[in-house]
């Protein structure tokens, strides 16, 4: 089964728990991604959607849906961002920094095409998406 990773909102009243490990780890460039973080990138891990569990608060999650492709979850007490559903890859997205036990080990940058903020770290720089993912499979320069 593995490890559990408990997190929560950015008041605490949604908590969550992600059991085992992420399938990917990585940092998202895409626009969408930064205006709904408030930043210039996003860390994101990938969970399958039955390892992540609302175990508190699961009646003050707000869900928005710019488009099909990502459903993100808020909490409408603080405005706390939890996690996003992506329904076409059959994953959950729980950000990084809302489960603080996992060890973050990024293994490459998505929509990085877009990016705001150069990051010079060595890890593959994919101009959108990596093939098996549904995208180009394309890399750019750091």
Do not use: Q
Request: glycine letters at 10%; a negative charge; aromatic letters at 8%.
């Amino acid at each position: 089964m593995g490890e559990t990773h408990k997190g929560a909102c950015f008041c605490g009243a949604v908590e969550i728990e992600a059991t085992g490990a992420p399938a990917l780890m990585g940092y998202c460039h895409c626009e969408d991604c930064r205006k709904w973080s408030a930043g210039p990138v996003n860390a994101f891990t990938l969970w399958a959607p039955d390892s992540v569990k609302v175990t508190k608060g699961e009646d003050s999650i707000l869900t928005y849906a710019k488009t099909d492709r990502s459903l993100r979850k808020s909490c409408t007490k603080c405005g706390g961002h939890i996690m996003s559903a992506h329904p076409g890859m059959g994953m959950t997205d729980v950000y990084a920094s809302t489960i603080p036990s996992l060890k973050f080990e990024p293994a490459f940058h998505v929509f990085y095409a877009e990016t705001v903020l150069k990051i010079v770290d060595g890890l593959p720089k994919f101009r959108d998406m990596p093939k098996d993912a549904g995208g180009s499979g394309e890399t750019v320069p750091e």
